[in-house]
């Protein structure tokens, strides 16, 4: 959504509306998630009232999605694609390949036995 | 020789203070383990890498003593624009003001 977008573009990798959404969606969940946690202690407390832990399940519910980190997803650092992501090198797996062959992800080398 | 349990709850409980933990002997939930979470946002935020300092950042630094900055991808951009202007098929002017007619109705 438009009002969790920074006013100034502040992405330095490759950039398409996905990736900038995503990134959004990061800050807004980073923004949002102290107000989240106390929410979710709210809830689970079994020694609070029964009515103020279910006011905190609406208010919970209530949160604006962009906030919550399941909307979060791993992209492509070079091509913004949603699949095929390798976490530890942030890159999709046809991207991953192309580096590692040209020798520009350290430690990473073609298998051959 | 069976101990009874209001001594074991005694004994719990002194545990607890000592050690400085929650006496908590009917296990209700209190929620203490979402406090004890860590948060996960700023390593979650971290995932993309920022936007470092371009040429056109240094312009501006240097725009107020007279330099200028060699900025070719920029010039040739601007170059490509303008010999498509020449040509009549660059992009059509911008509307001005904001248009009386909403799209999103």
């Not at chain 2, 400085?20 to 700023?42: A, D, M, W, Y």
Request: aromatic share 6%; charged share 30%; glycine share 6%.
């Amino acid at each position: 959504m438009s009002m969790f977008r920074s006013k100034k573009f502040d992405l330095g990798c490759f950039a398409n509306v996905k990736t900038i959404r995503d990134h959004s969606k990061r800050k807004a969940f980073e923004a949002f998630e102290p107000e989240r946690q106390a929410l979710r202690y709210v809830i689970r407390n079994t020694t609070l009232p029964a009515r103020t832990r279910a006011i905190a399940q609406l208010q919970l519910a209530g949160t604006h999605c962009y906030t919550r980190s399941t909307q979060i997803r791993n992209r492509c650092l070079m091509g913004g694609k949603g699949r095929g992501i390798l976490r530890d090198f942030k890159l999709s797996r046809f991207n991953f390949r192309l580096q590692a062959l040209a020798g520009n992800i350290p430690g990473v080398k073609k298998a051959s036995w | 020789m069976a101990v009874p349990r209001a001594r074991l709850l005694e004994l719990m409980k002194a545990q607890c203070q000592l050690f400085s933990t929650t006496f908590n002997p009917e296990r209700v939930r209190t929620g203490n383990k979402i406090l004890r979470q860590r948060l996960r946002g700023p390593a979650l935020a971290a995932y993309y890498p920022r936007k470092g300092p371009d040429l056109l950042d240094l312009q501006r630094e240097v725009d107020d003593l007279g330099l200028l900055v060699d900025n070719d991808e920029a010039d040739d951009r601007l170059e490509h624009i303008a010999a498509l202007k020449l040509r009549g098929k660059s992009a059509p002017k911008k509307k001005k003001g904001p248009s009386t007619e909403s799209k999103h109705k």
